[in-house]
């Protein structure tokens, strides 16, 4: 089974940036899509961000778009997530995913990580 873990997080001010990776181990699901999701306290974890195996296609939820950039070192079997100009309501326990499959507008994982946290303040 795949291994994911995350590491990056932590606490930044608004405006601020954090770059968020994921690395994986074990049986890597490489033909896999992977992503990130995150979880705000009280919220249902929500999709934030997708890219497929190559690279070549990314997704991105509406609510980070042009902030956000997914990216990934298929070498280190590794996904990044830059987070640009984050906001507090940015704050949340990030999640990587893989196995990552589209049902219409919903997105859903096979496996995940552990989360770390992201924290802005205003």
């Known amino acids: 089974q795949e291994q994911l873990v995350e590491s990056g997080g932590g606490s930044v001010q608004a405006g601020g940036s954090l770059r968020l990776s994921c690395a994986a181990s074990?049986?890597?699901?490489?033909?896999?899509?992977k992503g990130w999701f995150r979880q705000a306290p009280g919220m249902e974890r929500e999709f934030v961000s997708a890219i497929s195996w190559k690279g070549d296609i990314k997704y991105y939820a509406d609510s980070v778009k042009g902030r956000f950039t997914i990216s990934k070192d298929n070498a280190k079997n590794t996904v990044y997530l830059q987070m640009n100009s984050l906001k507090p309501e940015d704050t949340a326990v990030y999640f990587c995913a893989a196995e990552l499959l589209r049902f219409g507008s919903d997105w859903r994982a096979g496996s995940w990580g552990q989360g770390t946290q992201v924290t802005v303040s205003s």
């Open positions: 074990g049986r890597t699901s490489g033909s896999y899509v």
